[in-house]
Structure formats: C-alpha cells, structure tokens
C-alpha cells in the first residue's frame, strides 16, 4: 500500500476482508480511505438494515440481487447494476423482498477525514 499523509493507495479483493455481522441477515466489509469508506454489504433472503442517517453523501450500488429502498418519504426498487445517491442525515431502510441474497457496494465520502468514527458505523 502506498500512502500520502492521510490518504491511501490500496488494492483489495472484498472477500480478504474480515466480515461483520451487523444483524440477523446482515454482513459488512469495511475498507476505509483518508476522507472516503466503502463497504460490501450482503444483504439474506428477508434480512432489511437501518439507520437514522449516514454522516456523508453516500452511492449505494446493487452487485447481485434485489433490494427496496425506503428514503425521503420513497421507495426505490434496486436491481442488479441500480444506484441510489443517499444524502447525507437522512433516514434509509434497505430491504431484501427474495429468496436469494442481495449484494451491495455502498461508498460515502467526507470533506473532512474521519480520524475516530466511520462513515458507515451508522448502519
């Protein structure tokens, strides 16, 4: 990995990421830069996620699968390759309505770098 001050070069294959279970269907993968996180997020048959608000403007891409979006007062069907553009303090709940699990990229980015908390430490 090359670095400058806070910023980082880096080259991952999501599944060399130690996982995190966030919920009863819910796995993360977290790989954080100076000023920007992504994260992987599998999403099981039936298994949703929340938060009250992430603390930057956030791009949620769907990889694999199906999802429902409930945010500002819409709900927002997500198929394979779909993207939603979260602002940022706004509430979001994603939903897996299938059978099959749904996989997700989310990637948000700050303005300033984030020295102590996460982007994402709202899901």
């Not at 830069?33 to 603390?55: D, F, M, R």
């Not at 791009?59 to 993207?83: K, M, Q, Y």
């Amino acid at each position: 990995m090359a670095t400058s001050g806070t910023y980082v070069l880096a080259h991952h294959d999501w599944h060399n990421i130690r996982a995190e279970a966030i919920g009863e269907r819910v796995v993360i993968r977290r790989i954080r830069g100076g000023s920007s996180e992504a994260a992987h997020l599998e999403i099981g048959p039936g298994g949703a996620l929340g938060t009250s608000g992430l603390p930057a403007e956030c791009f949620l891409t769907v990889l694999t699968g199906r999802l429902l979006a409930a945010v500002l007062g819409n709900e927002v069907d997500l198929d394979v390759g779909h993207f939603v553009l979260i602002p940022p303090h706004v509430p979001l709940t994603l939903h897996n309505p299938t059978r099959s699990p749904a996989v997700l990229v989310a990637h948000c980015n700050s303005v300033i770098p984030q020295d102590t908390a996460t982007l994402l430490d709202a899901f």
